[in-house]
Nanobody, 124 residues
């Protein structure tokens, strides 16, 4: 599976941004697709995930209410709508896929496939 993340950019605090993750290749093998972010000097952090087939969603507690993950199976694309952005949301955002179910909440940030990341910068 190949993943291509896009949609990052420079925004101001309070703005919204929508990230996209386009999947190609053996997309039928995707079980879940997640967004993970890494801020400068920090470890990778789970943001949100979605079951590719059922659409069930998972969120980090700190993202609930501000971020929404969704999918368009016809386009093999998953979106991350981010509202009310804060400077602490500044990070490189990666999409990542798993072929098998995993216990939630995730304990490790290891996935079967990774996209290249897209930078989100939120200015104050």
């Amino acid at each position: 599976v190949q993943l291509q993340a896009s949609g990052g950019g420079l925004v101001q605090a309070g703005d919204s941004l929508r990230l996209s993750c386009a999947a190609s290749g053996r997309t039928f093998s995707i079980y879940t697709l997640d967004w993970v972010r890494q801020a400068p000097g920090k470890e990778r952090e789970f943001v949100a995930g979605i079951n590719w087939s059922t659409g069930n969603t998972y969120y980090a507690d700190s993202m609930k209410g501000r971020f929404t993950i969704s999918r368009d199976n016809a386009r093999n694309t998953v979106y991350l709508q981010m509202n009310s952005l804060k400077p602490e949301d500044t990070a490189v955002y990666y999409c990542a896929a798993d072929r098998r179910p995993r216990a939630r909440p995730l304990v490790t940030m290891s996935f079967d496939s990774w996209g290249q990341g897209t930078l989100v910068t939120v200015s104050s």
